[in-house]
């Protein structure tokens, strides 16, 4: 694509992109990011250049703001130019467990870490309110830490003078204003912007939603966030995933409660963030006086080597970061050259899209996917010969937050999210070693077990089974659609949302969290 900023000519290729969302990819282009829409009207184009234009140039040198507009060759507007951030983190990543151990540099990210950078944003938020913009749709994706502090992007979606904010993540949204129709005014403004930034913090410091959980009568996260029930409720049962709430000190738990569980809707005062984080002998990062895991712990019994509960027997193989890593590590036996996909053996398999293809592979079966604007093109290949099959799955819409691929020697199980509009949509299929879609699920992520996170699956000649918090769920194929079958329930002390499941020998399974690795045995077999 050639596009023209301050008369310059750009060629974009895909090769460039470094991100897309649902109504635009970006590019990157030397010291600049370069965004482009797509799919819009000649309407919301002209909506968007004007918001482009009149933009205020007094907001802090934090956000990233929009510096030129791009046209295409016939002097059409398709986008804006922007200051590019190499080496950035987002806010999704640093709310994950997995990916908070390490950053491209190599140095870990620590919970200290990430308070220095709540507190730069709580300073670039308060900053940007002052120049009378709203940032709108503050959420993990839109937000950065790069070069020791935070970022806000996403400039075109923030909310000044006439100009509303169009769309808010649901997960961020303040559940004040569900079923408002955030087109029609400027109806987001400083106080949702707070509680958007709550919801943020209380993500990456404890890696969990505020609405998360499980509650008897209220199924869902919108429903829960609309009765203001939040997981610090003692009627909710917590996600594993979660850390205990013991690591942050009673009045930061106090004010989380006073804005999830009822309508508090203000800055986080600066005393609640000027958090003073220790890492425990134990290994518990907190930010207490004494640790909360050795307070409560009383007399000290060593573990036991194995563990039973009903039918399973569980033995724990490896415990510690560096143990889980190797552990999980796999060697790649292919490569992306150019444009091509070539494994070990130097075999060209077949011809891909250079820059914007992503590929994993198990002993037998490699799955792969490029995207090009709306287009989405999956495909699988035999581990050692040439040719790509095509799959037909439906297009990745919006940006995409979740992906991950499971094999067995004849199957591959592909799950992922995305984000489109502000909501959450997710999918799940199987295929056979000939490219044939066996069945598949999608909808929104409350809509079944199978759909809550990418996360958490297991493939076993053909079996497939998924990690939850009730035990381990065994996933059936009926009428090619995947439904949730039987409930395992008695694995539901080892596993949790979010781990990796692992065939292992005897029709046994590995869980592999970041603390441990524990074999599941059935007992009787």
């Known amino acids: 694509m050639r596009v023209i900023v301050e008369g310059l000519r750009l060629d974009l290729v895909a090769a460039d992109a470094i991100g897309q969302g649902g109504e635009a990819i970006v590019y990157r282009s030397g010291d600049r990011a370069i965004k482009i829409y797509q799919g819009l009207t000649a309407d919301a184009l002209a909506?968007?250049?004007?918001?482009?234009?009149?933009?205020?140039?007094?907001?802090?040198a934090g956000v990233i703001a929009p510096l030129a507009m791009a046209y295409d060759v016939k002097g059409h507007l398709v986008g804006y130019a922007m200051r590019f951030l190499d080496g950035a983190l987002d806010g999704q990543r640093l709310a994950s467990k997995k990916h908070r151990g390490g950053v491209p540099s190599g140095q870990a990210v620590t919970a200290a870490t990430v308070t220095q950078w709540l507190r730069a944003l709580a300073g670039l938020l308060e900053a940007l309110h002052a120049a009378k913009v709203v940032a709108g749709d503050l959420n993990e994706g839109n937000v950065l830490w790069a070069q020791g502090t935070a970022w806000i992007i996403d400039a075109d979606s923030h909310q000044f003078g006439n100009h509303p904010c169009t769309v808010a993540?649901?997960?961020?949204?303040?559940?004040?204003?569900?079923?408002?129709?955030?087109?029609?005014?400027?109806?987001?403004?400083v106080s949702s912007d707070w509680y958007a930034f709550a919801v943020l913090a209380f993500s990456v410091w404890l890696f969990g939603h505020p609405y998360g959980g499980v509650h008897p009568t209220?199924?869902?996260?919108?429903?829960?966030?609309?009765?203001?029930?939040?997981?610090?409720?003692?009627?909710?049962?917590?996600?594993?995933?979660?850390?205990?709430?013991e690591v942050l000190p009673p009045a930061l738990l106090d004010w989380f409660s006073r804005t999830f569980d009822g309508d508090l809707r203000e800055k986080m005062p600066a005393t609640l963030l000027d958090l003073v984080w220790t890492t425990c002998a134990c290994g518990l990062e907190h930010a207490r006086q004494t640790c909360p895991a050795c307070a409560s712990r009383g007399v000290i019994r060593a573990r036991p080597v194995v563990d039973r509960h009903g039918r399973v027997r569980a033995i724990v193989i490896a415990s510690g970061v560096r143990d889980v890593a190797a552990f999980q590590a796999r060697p790649s036996r292919v490569r992306l050259e150019g444009d091509y996909l070539v494994d070990g053996d130097g075999l060209r398999v077949g011809q891909i899209l250079e820059g914007a293809t992503v590929v994993s592979h198990g002993s037998r079966l490699g799955f792969g996917y490029y995207r090009a604007g709306k287009l989405t093109h999956h495909f699988l290949w035999r581990v050692g010969r040439a040719g790509l099959v095509p799959v037909a799955l439906p297009a990745i819409e919006g940006r995409l937050v979740g992906h991950q691929v499971v094999f067995d020697d004849q199957h591959v199980l592909v799950a992922w999210q995305s984000v489109l509009n502000g909501r959450l949509k997710a999918f799940v299929a199987l295929i056979d070693a000939s490219g044939r879609v066996l069945g598949s699920a999608s909808g929104h992520p409350d809509d079944s077990p199978l759909l809550t996170s990418t996360s958490g699956f297991a493939l076993a000649g053909g079996r497939v089974l998924r990690a939850t918090e009730r035990g381990v769920l065994s996933v059936v194929v009926d009428a090619s659609a995947l439904l949730p079958g039987s409930l395992f329930v008695d694995a539901e002390p080892f596993v949790s949302e979010g781990c990796e499941l692992l065939p292992g020998p005897g029709g046994s399974l590995y869980v592999v969290t970041e603390e441990r690795i524990t074999q599941l045995c059935l007992e009787g077999e």
Not at 230 to 237: A, K
Request: proline share 8%; aromatic share 6%.
């Open 169 to 189: 993540h649901e997960k961020y949204l303040d559940p004040r204003l569900y079923g408002v129709d955030l087109s029609s005014r400027c109806a987001l403004s």
């Open 47 to 60: 909506e968007k250049a004007e918001k482009l234009r009149t933009y205020p140039r007094s907001v802090p």
């Open 218 to 245: 209220l199924g869902t996260m919108a429903r829960r966030a609309e009765a203001r029930v939040s997981v610090l409720r003692p009627d909710v049962t917590r996600p594993k995933s979660l850390l205990s709430f």
